[in-house]
């Protein structure tokens, strides 16, 4: 039987439309910001504390805005599922807005149409979001 964790992911774009991707240290998939809630944290609290640690972005919790949940294969951990909350930021953000921290080893902004040029990403973000989001009016 698989593990199943619980994880907030959060969907970030520049102003041309780029969602912002990150891969954490010592793993070679790209995903959203985001992680898992601790002890009493709603989704929503899980995606904006997330944010500030991984990339420097402050946005409130209840600014967030619910994209949808999904389970799926974990992308970095052995005989696992993730259960993923997938929440998007208000507004657009200048890449140099963001940096990476705390365990992202590396940013990139990625063109939703384009996704299919990248064999690097987790599997929520290929097989879940990415799908939803091309042809669907962009969240900037």
Same mark, same amino acid.
Request: glycine fraction near 8%; proline fraction near 6%.
């Given at each position: 039987?698989?593990? %199943?964790? $619980?994880?907030?992911?959060?969907?970030?774009?520049?102003?041309?439309?780029?969602?912002?991707?990150?891969? $954490?240290?010592?793993?070679?998939?790209?995903?959203?910001?985001?992680? $898992?809630?601790?002890?009493?944290?709603?989704?929503?609290?899980?995606?904006?504390?997330?944010?500030?640690?991984?990339?420097?972005?402050?946005?409130?919790?209840?600014?967030? =805005?619910?994209?949808?949940? /999904?389970?799926?294969?974990? *992308?970095?951990?052995?005989?696992?599922?993730? =259960?993923?909350?997938?929440?998007?930021?208000?507004?657009?953000?200048?890449?140099?807005? %963001?940096?990476?921290?705390?365990?992202?080893?590396?940013?990139? /902004?990625? *063109? %939703?149409?384009?996704?299919?040029?990248?064999?690097?990403?987790?599997?929520?973000?290929?097989?879940?979001?990415?799908?939803?989001?091309?042809?669907?009016?962009?969240?900037?």
């Amino acid at each position: 039987m698989k593990n %199943v964790l $619980k994880v907030s992911a959060v969907c970030v774009y520049d102003p041309t439309g780029r969602l912002l991707t990150v891969r $954490k240290s010592g793993t070679s998939k790209f995903m959203h910001p985001g992680g $898992k809630p601790e002890q009493g944290e709603s989704a929503a609290d899980a995606g904006a504390r997330e944010l500030a640690e991984e990339v420097g972005l402050h946005v409130a919790a209840a600014e967030l =805005e619910l994209v949808g949940v /999904w389970t799926c294969t974990a *992308a970095n951990e052995s005989n696992t599922d993730i =259960e993923a909350t997938v929440f998007t930021a208000p507004g657009s953000w200048a890449a140099d807005s %963001v940096q990476p921290a705390a365990e992202i080893a590396e940013l990139r /902004w990625m *063109a %939703v149409d384009r996704a299919a040029d990248f064999d690097d990403l987790a599997p929520l973000l290929s097989e879940y979001v990415l799908p939803l989001l091309i042809g669907s009016p962009q969240h900037p």
